[in-house]
C-alpha cells in the first residue's frame, strides 16, 4: 500500500501529514519553517524517501466561487515541482475552509492562540490528507 503525505502550503509553513500503512488514518508531522524554495523542496524530499512516499496531496485552495486564485496558482507550481524533483504523484485537493475548520477544532478544544499557531498547519494538512484518504476508502 502506498503512503501518501498530505501538505498545506502556506508562506511562512508548510502543514504536513503521513498516512498510516494501511492508507486509512492521516496523521499529522512536524511543521516545516519556509526557507526558500530550493530548501523547502530538499526537506520535503528527504521525508518522501524516509517515509516511502508515492503520493502527495496538496492543499489546492480554490476561491469560494470555485475559481483560481494566487494561492491555488502557488499550490499548483508546487505540485509540479514536486513532481520533477522526486518520484511521486501530486493530487491537488480542494482544501477550501480546511485551516478555519482547523482553528475552530483547535479553539474548541481549548488551545491557547500562541499554541494554535504553531499548530494549526498541521491540523489542516491532516484534514486534507483525511479528506483524500476517505475518498478512496468510498471507491473515488
Known sequence: MPRYLGIDLGERRIGL???DELGLVAQGLPTLKRKGARADLAQLGELIQRLGVEEV???YPLN???TLGEGAEKASAFAR???Q???VRTILWDERLTTKAAERFLI???MRRKR???VVDQVAAVLILQGYLDRLAAGG
Open 17 to 19: 501529514a503521513v498516512s
Open 108 to 110: 474548541e478544544t481549548g
Open 81 to 83: 515541482e514536486l513532481e
Open 85 to 87: 524533483a522526486f518520484p
Open 116 to 118: 494554535r499557531r504553531e
Open 64 to 66: 469560494l466561487d470555485g
Open 57 to 59: 496531496i496538496v492543499g
